[in-house]
């Protein structure tokens, strides 16, 4: 994995880097898009002089906010539609109501904590534009999530990279991403077993 992620940041750069944050951030296809992994890859290779850290951790920022802002649009829009429709097999706008509510009284710490949850941070920002959660309100916490989940993921690759010993660099860096993509999973794992422990209670 850690090879693939190296060659795929040396080959596309920036820009390749940006692209996926955008597409996992903004677009229903990216949720199986590497976030946090990549973010990590790109700072350590930073730490290697082959990026610059604050174009990379800037640029990153700004897609992550930009793929969040596509994404609460696309609720938004779909949400209006969803309102209007009757009742279905399929669909109940009882639980858009829910959803509603849920994000009038939990959206804020949502949007901030959904970026470091692998999935969930691409429907979290879909949900809070069906949920009709106010727009600046999106944006601010949008704002600080994204701020929060791009410079500390990419730092601690950069400076991960910089305490390590050249000769050593392959011997630790798999299993740390490996580490890391663990760690971001298990939140989302017990978060589904909780909510089936509900459900059968």
Same mark, same amino acid.
């Given at each position: 994995?850690?090879?693939?992620?190296?060659?795929?940041?040396?080959?596309?750069?920036?820009?390749?880097?940006?692209?996926?944050?955008?597409?996992?951030?903004?677009?229903?296809?990216?949720?199986?898009?590497?976030?946090?992994?990549?973010?990590?890859?790109?700072?350590?290779?930073?730490?290697?002089?082959?990026?610059?850290?604050?174009?990379?951790?800037?640029?990153?920022?700004?897609?992550?906010?930009?793929?969040?802002?596509?994404?609460?649009?696309?609720?938004?829009?779909?949400?209006?539609?969803?309102?209007?429709?009757?009742?279905?097999?399929?669909?109940?706008?009882?639980?858009?109501?829910?959803?509603?509510?849920?994000?009038?009284?939990?959206?804020?710490?949502?949007? %901030?904590?959904?970026?470091? #949850? $692998? &999935? *969930?941070?691409?429907?979290?920002?879909?949900?809070?534009?069906?949920? =009709?959660? +106010?727009?600046?309100?999106?944006?601010?916490?949008?704002?600080?999530?994204?701020?929060?989940?791009?410079?500390?993921?990419?730092?601690?690759?950069?400076?991960?990279?910089?305490?390590?010993?050249?000769?050593? %660099?392959?011997?630790?860096? #798999? $299993? &740390? *991403?490996?580490?890391?993509?663990?760690?971001?999973?298990?939140?989302? =794992?017990? +978060?589904?077993?909780?909510?089936?422990?509900?459900?059968?209670?």
């Amino acid at each position: 994995m850690h090879f693939d992620l190296l060659q795929l940041i040396k080959s596309l750069g920036y820009f390749g880097v940006w692209g996926i944050i955008f597409a996992e951030s903004g677009l229903l296809i990216g949720f199986f898009l590497p976030g946090d992994s990549l973010l990590f890859t790109a700072g350590f290779i930073a730490s290697q002089n082959l990026l610059n850290i604050w174009i990379l951790i800037i640029g990153s920022f700004l897609f992550a906010v930009i793929g969040d802002n596509l994404g609460y649009a696309t609720g938004n829009k779909l949400g209006r539609r969803l309102f209007q429709k009757e009742d279905s097999w399929l669909f109940h706008k009882k639980h858009l109501i829910k959803t509603q509510k849920f994000y009038q009284q939990h959206g804020k710490k949502t949007i %901030v904590l959904a970026r470091f #949850l $692998p &999935i *969930i941070r691409t429907f979290a920002p879909i949900v809070a534009g069906i949920g =009709v959660m +106010h727009y600046r309100t999106f944006m601010f916490y949008n704002l600080i999530g994204g701020l929060g989940w791009t410079f500390s993921i990419t730092l601690l690759g950069f400076f991960l990279g910089k305490s390590l010993p050249a000769e050593e %660099v392959d011997k630790y860096l #798999l $299993p &740390i *991403i490996g580490l890391i993509i663990i760690v971001s999973l298990v939140p989302s =794992v017990l +978060h589904v077993i909780k909510e089936n422990r509900t459900k059968r209670h």
